[in-house]
């Protein structure tokens, strides 16, 4: 099998990055979004990326206008028709996917791969909605999807053998770096990342250390390239509250429980960078201070 053209569904920040990095490595991109104003919004985030690589010196000007002539937004489904692989990268509802992969079904060739970026919603659940669960794969990237190496591909109990090596080989054709797992909540990812996470903020409960400290021991002493908190912020409160609900569903384990203060901030709409408020608060984005009530 080979793919010769790419469809993304949903302009956000994902979908926004995969479009980039696909075009980028040389396929046409069809994006396909609600509406005029979201895909407006999501390609001029393409195009403000792409010209700061321009000015930074890491891409020609004629590269770039190569990269934005193979992107191709749409507002209508049957523009994906030539699509030899979709990836969807829609909001984080299984019945909005599934809708968005019913209407899919009759309108995309027979042999593309279907492939979903979601990080929570089972893989498996989505590929019932289709007719064709053996061409139905999971293509997890990482945030931000521009910079970060890793693409997790996930194989259900149904999925094609060649359909999965391919969606692999198409992985490696993007310049990323692949990795094999199965259709299990969190992938790999995921299952390890959550719960390092959550024990972050278990830690601060019981005065183990300030928010600051904490950030400050994982970066300093272990390496990472942002301490847990800082990175609790950038994935988005609500994200990790919902995966960790999803692990412990599945494992029942403690460690995988959501604790109190992360969930009473994201019911207060503290998100993380996204809402301007999390474990920081980003009034001045390059600056995130630690919110005044979390200060020890
Ligand atoms: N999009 C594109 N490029 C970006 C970017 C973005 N959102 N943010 C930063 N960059 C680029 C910068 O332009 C810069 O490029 P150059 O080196 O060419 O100048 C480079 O990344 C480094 O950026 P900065 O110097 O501004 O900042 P930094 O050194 O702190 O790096 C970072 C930023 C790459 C995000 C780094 O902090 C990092 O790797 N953080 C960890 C991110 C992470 O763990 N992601 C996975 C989250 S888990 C997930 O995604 C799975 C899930 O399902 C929840």
């Not at 994902?14 to 396909?32: C, F, R």
């Not at 770039?64 to 969807?88: F, M, V, W």
């Not at 999925?159 to 090596?165: G, I, P, R």
């Amino acid at each position: 099998m080979e793919i010769r053209e790419v469809g993304v569904l949903g302009c956000g920040l994902m979908g926004s990055g995969i479009a980039q990095v696909a075009a980028a490595s040389g396929y046409p991109v069809t994006i396909l979004e609600v509406n005029k104003e979201l895909l407006d919004r999501g390609l001029g985030n393409i195009s403000q990326r792409v010209d700061k690589l321009v000015q930074k010196g890491s891409l020609k000007s004629d590269e770039k206008a190569a990269i934005q002539g193979r992107l191709h937004g749409t507002t209508k489904i049957e523009d994906l028709k030539n699509c030899d692989i979709i990836i969807e990268a829609i909001i984080e509802k299984v019945e909005e996917k599934n809708r968005m992969w019913r209407s899919l079904d009759s309108i995309v060739k027979k042999d593309a791969i279907l492939a979903s970026n979601t990080s929570s919603v089972s893989i498996t659940d989505m590929m019932v909605a289709t007719s064709r669960p053996e061409r139905f794969v999971g293509v997890h990237f990482m945030n931000p999807v521009p910079i970060m190496q890793l693409v997790e591909v996930i194989k259900t109990i149904a999925t094609d053998q060649t359909v999965y090596e391919t969606a692999i080989d198409f992985v490696k054709k993007l310049g990323k770096q692949p990795v094999r797992t199965s259709d299990r909540p969190g992938f790999i990812v995921n299952r390890v990342l959550v719960p390092y996470l959550l024990d972050a903020i278990r830690a601060f409960e019981e005065g183990v250390g300030s928010i600051e400290d904490i950030d400050k021991s994982m970066k300093l002493g272990c390496g990472h390239p942002m301490g847990p908190f800082i990175l609790l912020d950038f994935v988005g409160l609500d994200t990790t509250y919902y995966i960790a609900n999803i692990l412990f569903d599945e494992f029942k384990e403690p460690r995988f429980a959501p604790p109190g203060l992360l969930k009473r901030m994201v019911v207060a709409g503290w998100h993380g960078r996204k809402t301007g408020k999390g474990f920081y608060d980003y009034a001045d984005p390059n600056n995130p201070k630690v919110m005044e009530h979390l200060k020890r």
